[in-house]
């Protein structure tokens, strides 16, 4: 749809019954498009919200490790927001069940609350990837300065 430029590729292709194409690996947006003031509500964003620890341990989990609970559960009219939800290990998760945190005397380590974007993009520089493809080297400043 020409919305993009590819600027690096991997060796990788992928092919369907009429062509072939090799995979990008580095692209850039041809419009500029403004980022979101606020984030979508996904899992990872909660998990990145809460930098991959459990709430209520503080043990720090890769994402497919951990689950999200709901502090007021939603048999108790509990809703799934920002405000409602932390990441949680799983003894954790079911050691609270669907109590109230006072109930079962665990309390979220941070209150949850909305992040801003910002804080998501503060919070993932924290968590680069284990492996950094050599393509995109040129492309990723993580805490280093730009050359004049």
Same mark, same amino acid.
């Given at each position: 749809?020409?919305? !993009? =430029?590819?600027?690096?590729?991997?060796?990788?292709? !992928?092919?369907s019954p009429?062509?072939?194409?090799?995979?990008?690996?580095?692209?850039? +947006?041809?419009?500029?498009?403004? =980022?979101?003031?606020?984030?979508?509500?996904?899992?990872?964003? &909660?998990?990145?919200?809460?930098?991959?620890?459990c709430q209520? #341990? $503080?043990?720090r989990s890769?994402?497919?490790?951990?689950?999200?609970?709901? !502090?007021?559960?939603? #048999?108790?009219? $509990?809703?799934?927001?920002?405000?409602? &939800? &932390?990441?949680?290990? $799983?003894? #954790?998760?079911?050691?609270?069940?669907?109590?109230?945190?006072?109930? #079962?005397?665990?309390?979220?380590?941070?209150?949850?609350?909305?992040?801003?974007?910002?804080?998501?993009?503060?919070? $993932?520089?924290?968590?680069?990837?284990?492996?950094?493809?050599? =393509?995109?080297?040129?492309? +990723?400043?993580?805490? =280093?300065?730009?050359?004049?």
């Amino acid at each position: 749809m020409d919305r !993009v =430029s590819v600027l690096n590729e991997y060796d990788k292709a !992928v092919h369907s019954p009429s062509m072939t194409m090799r995979l990008p690996s580095v692209i850039a +947006l041809k419009d500029y498009i403004p =980022s979101s003031r606020r984030p979508a509500f996904t899992r990872f964003n &909660v998990f990145l919200r809460d930098a991959f620890e459990c709430q209520y #341990c $503080g043990e720090r989990s890769p994402a497919p490790d951990l689950t999200f609970d709901h !502090v007021i559960p939603r #048999c108790r009219g $509990g809703r799934t927001t920002w405000e409602n &939800v &932390v990441a949680a290990c $799983g003894a #954790c998760n079911l050691a609270k069940g669907s109590r109230l945190p006072r109930e #079962c005397h665990m309390f979220p380590r941070m209150s949850p609350r909305q992040p801003t974007t910002w804080e998501l993009q503060d919070n $993932g520089r924290a968590f680069p990837p284990n492996y950094l493809h050599q =393509s995109w080297r040129d492309y +990723l400043y993580w805490d =280093s300065e730009l050359e004049s």
